[in-house]
């Protein structure tokens, strides 16, 4: 049974920083593909990262670039988010994502219908 579960979230004041983690279980994590997406409160969910299967290629949205970076340690099954100079408008549910893909296209990563499993998402709220 694949889990994937995030931790890391919080309240921090703006400008603060947090590190979100997602360790994920039963399956071969370096087949896949990891991605964070996040939701606020009436709005959709949207592409936040990714980072390819090996690593060796990453994306991030244009309204977190130069502020967040992913990252992923295969030999310990887990994906991360490092969120520097949070801002108020970050706040939202964050989930990470998992997709069996070894290739290293964008638009697939960037779209969350192409995941396979989701994790339960960790709340970050930041205060102004």
């Known amino acids: 049974q694949v889990q994937l579960v995030e931790s890391g979230g919080g309240l921090v004041q703006a400008g603060g920083s947090l590190r979100l983690s997602c360790a994920a279980s039963g399956l071969t994590f370096s087949n896949y593909a990891m991605g964070w997406f996040r939701q606020a409160p009436g709005k959709e969910r949207e592409f936040v990262s990714a980072i390819t299967w090996s690593g060796g290629r990453q994306y991030v949205a244009d309204s977190v670039k130069g502020r967040f970076t992913i990252s992923r340690d295969n030999a310990k099954n887990t994906v991360y988010l490092q969120m520097n100079s949070l801002k108020p408008e970050d706040t939202a549910i964050y989930f990470c994502?998992?997709?069996?893909?070894?290739?290293?296209?964008?638009?697939?990563?960037?779209?969350?219908?192409?995941?396979?499993?989701w994790g339960q998402g960790t709340q970050v709220t930041v205060s102004s």
């Open positions: 994502a998992a997709k069996g893909y070894r290739g290293t296209y964008y638009n697939v990563l960037k779209t969350s219908n192409e995941y396979n499993y």
